[in-house]
């Protein structure tokens, strides 16, 4: 994050600590709460099992799932994501995929509405996901069906002490590289019109009742193996992938800043999975791993080519002995040991200087807020 911005977020720890003395005791006794989530394949729990599509946006075949649930979900990992770490803390069951059938009784916990593949625009990958717009129209159901069970106001204040979990932008970014299309207005432009779709989703939830946010922001997309592969010149980062993300990040940020200034009662926390997983990246055994460029499933260079499994375009694979010592799962997403020590950041950091990656809440406190 910027330099500016991490300043910023550093003033607003204090607010935040101010409001962590003022509120304790306050809603102990009243402490429902849901998680709703949306965006991608960093927390796509299964919704794409249900649509027609491609096994390029699905992942309901081994060995996705071996490390955790010992079967495949659906989730582009090894196991567990972000999401689910983050409802066990919470103390919530799994959260399911809206899709999933015969499940309208765990849905008071909250919906898994994300998609993998799927982007702000409704042209990302159109037809083979399920787009932000179509997962807000979901959600939307899922508010009636909280009316019905649990009445107006009770399911209003639910829905407000909900805490919204968000990933979206990558793949707005990352298909005009995966599918070779040049993009046909500038970057800027671009992300431009991204960030205004997402602009208009948050102000539906809004709308709607939702009040606390959280939202990882958009990693280095050059540096993943399935984009690296495709830099022919040299084995650096895909510059321009890069460039876009880096672009959405500050756009990103600056957004929900001003979001919390002029939108009352709009909470937010905003994790820089950039920056965790940068840190990863170049010190991965600091953080216990042994891997931090190849990822553990695919074939090629990096196993950048996009292969786990044997079921998609490439057939052959190679898989790595022990997960738990990559970085990257496949050539586009992360193992569980990743994505379990982003959780924790996400739910617990701010305290700690060194951890200065997620704000100006962290989601244990964004849940706490009556
Ligand atoms: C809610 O509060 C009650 C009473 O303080 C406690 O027993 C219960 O475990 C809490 N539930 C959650 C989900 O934190
Ligand atoms: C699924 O999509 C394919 C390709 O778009 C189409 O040919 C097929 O009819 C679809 N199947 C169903 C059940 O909708
Ligand atoms: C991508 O498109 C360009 C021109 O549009 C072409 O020269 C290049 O070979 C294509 N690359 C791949 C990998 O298809
Ligand atoms: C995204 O923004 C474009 C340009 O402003 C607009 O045409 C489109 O309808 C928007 N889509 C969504 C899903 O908001
Ligand atoms: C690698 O290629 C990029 C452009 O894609 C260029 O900016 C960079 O200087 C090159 N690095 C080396 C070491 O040649
Ligand atoms: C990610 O973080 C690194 C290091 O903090 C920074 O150099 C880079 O520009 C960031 N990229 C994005 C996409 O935000």
Same mark, same amino acid.
């Given at each position: 994050m910027e330099e500016i911005t991490r300043r910023t977020i550093s003033s607003y720890f204090f607010f935040f600590l101010f409001l962590a003395g003022k509120t304790t005791g306050k809603f102990s006794h009243d402490n429902v709460t849901a998680l709703f989530i949306f965006g991608d394949s960093f927390l796509d +729990?299964?919704?794409?099992? %249900?649509?027609? $599509?491609?096994t390029l946006d699905q +992942?309901?075949?081994?060995? %996705?799932?071996? $490390?955790?649930?010992?079967?495949?979900?659906?989730?582009?990992?090894?196991g567990r994501l972000i999401s689910d770490f983050i409802a066990e803390y919470a103390n919530l069951p799994l959260i399911p995929p809206f899709?999933?059938?015969?499940n309208s009784q765990k849905k008071l916990y909250g919906v898994n509405f994300a998609s993998a593949?799927?982007?702000?625009?409704?042209?990302?990958f159109q037809g083979s996901v399920i787009s932000l717009r179509t997962q807000l129209d979901h959600y939307k159901k899922v508010e009636k069906l909280w009316r019905r069970n649990f009445g107006k106001e009770e399911s209003k204040k639910r829905i407000s002490r909900a805490v919204y979990l968000i990933s979206i932008g990558t793949n707005d970014y990352s298909s005009h590289f995966l599918t070779n299309q040049s993009l046909s207005i500038s970057m800027s432009q671009h992300v431009d019109i991204v960030i205004g779709n997402l602009t208009t989703f948050l102000h539906e939830i809004y709308k709607i009742g939702g009040r606390k946010f959280g939202f990882l922001n958009v990693p280095d997309?050059?540096?993943?193996p399935a984009l690296r592969?495709?830099?022919?010149?040299?084995?650096?980062?895909?510059r321009d992938a890069s460039r876009l993300a880096k672009m959405h990040n500050k756009a990103l940020s600056n957004l929900l800043f001003k979001m919390h200034r002029q939108v009352k009662g709009f909470k937010f926390s905003l994790f820089d999975m950039n920056k965790s997983l940068r840190l990863r990246m170049q010190h991965p055994s600091k953080f216990g791993?042994?891997?931090?460029?190849?990822?553990?499933?695919?074939?090629?260079k990096w196993r950048?080519?996009?292969?786990?499994?044997?079921?998609?375009?490439?057939k052959k694979y190679k898989l790595c002995?022990?997960?738990?010592?990559?970085?990257?799962?496949?050539s586009l997403h992360l193992t569980q040991n990743t994505y379990n020590q982003f959780a924790k950041l996400i739910w617990?950091?701010?305290?700690?200087s060194d951890s200065?990656?997620?704000?100006?809440?962290n989601v244990n406190k964004l849940f706490q807020i009556p």
């Open positions: +729990a299964g919704n794409n099992n %249900y649509i027609n $599509t491609t +992942a309901n075949f081994p060995p %996705y799932g071996q $490390t955790f649930f010992g079967s495949p979900t659906g989730r582009f990992s090894d899709l999933e059938p015969r593949g799927a982007g702000a625009l409704v042209e990302t997309l050059g540096c993943f592969i495709l830099n022919s010149k040299n084995d650096s980062c895909l791993f042994k891997e931090g460029e190849e990822a553990c499933c695919g074939i090629g950048g080519v996009f292969s786990c499994g044997g079921k998609r375009i490439v002995e022990n997960p738990n010592d990559y970085i990257f799962w496949d617990n950091g701010g305290h700690l200065l990656v997620v704000g100006p809440y």
